[in-house]
């Protein structure tokens, strides 16, 4: 069974940092381009950052400079670094696993609150 | 940029009904780079289509997909009151890689 269970989300200050992690299990990790992709409460699905199984990179606009997504393959695990955050990058966090053009699977999510 | 427009905003079906969503995107796109997910209350999403018309593992095939260019249409042939949830349709491209539609909710009349 595949399993994604992010971690290290919570409450930081406007221009603090956080870092996520996704542990992931039940599939060959390595081969697999894993993403997160974010939700605002209450609103829709926005794509944030992918890490290939090559380790290329990738950001949204909105991050870019920002979050630094990187991947440890010995401990089949993504990370998400997000520094100078915002009240605009509140939101659920979710760690996705896939291949191409499509998100195959997605943990439960991790909230992150940008408040002072 | 490739903006996709999700209709209706909401559907008020009942149970047993067949719903039809659509998602149109602003210029043509390859119909391989178009998926489906539904997401309920409190969960996260789950891919239903992908390839604008493959089900993805385990989806009951009361879900269906279809369509190419521009526009695009996911059926749900007879609602289950597990059906009711939100629907995005999501694209993907060389840049800026991959955007969601706004999102169709499907809820019970």
């Known amino acids: 069974e595949v399993q994604l269970v992010e971690s290290g989300g919570g409450l930081v200050q406007p221009g603090g940092s956080l870092r996520l992690s996704c542990a992931a299990s039940g599939f060959t990790f390595k081969r697999f381009w894993m993403h997160w992709v974010r939700q605002a409460p209450g609103k829709g699905l926005v794509w944030v950052s992918r890490?290939?199984?090559?380790?290329?990179?990738n950001y949204a606009e909105s991050v870019k400079g920002r979050f630094t997504i990187s991947r440890d393959n010995a401990k089949n695990t993504v990370y998400l670094q997000m520094n100078s955050l915002s009240a605009e990058d509140t939101a659920v966090y979710y760690c996705?696993?896939?291949?191409?053009?499509?998100?195959?699977?997605w943990g439960q999510g991790t909230l992150v609150t940008v408040s002072s | 940029e490739i903006v996709l427009t999700q209709s209706p905003g909401t559907l008020s079906l009942s149970p047993g009904d067949r719903a039809t969503l659509s998602c149109r995107a602003s210029q043509s796109v390859t119909s391989s780079d178009l998926a489906w997910y539904q997401q309920k209350p409190g969960q996260a999403p789950r891919l239903l289509i992908y390839?604008?018309?493959s089900r993805a593992t385990s989806i009951p095939d009361r879900f269906s997909g279809s369509g190419s260019g521009t526009d695009f249409t996911l059926t749900i042939a007879r609602l289950e009151p597990e059906d009711f949830a939100v629907y995005y349709c999501q694209h993907y491209d060389t840049s800026p890689f991959y955007t969601f539609g706004q999102g169709t909710k499907v809820e019970i009349k």
């Open positions: 890490v290939n199984d090559g380790r290329s990179t």
């Open positions: 390839g604008a018309s």
């Open positions: 996705v696993s896939g291949y191409g053009a499509k998100f195959d699977y």
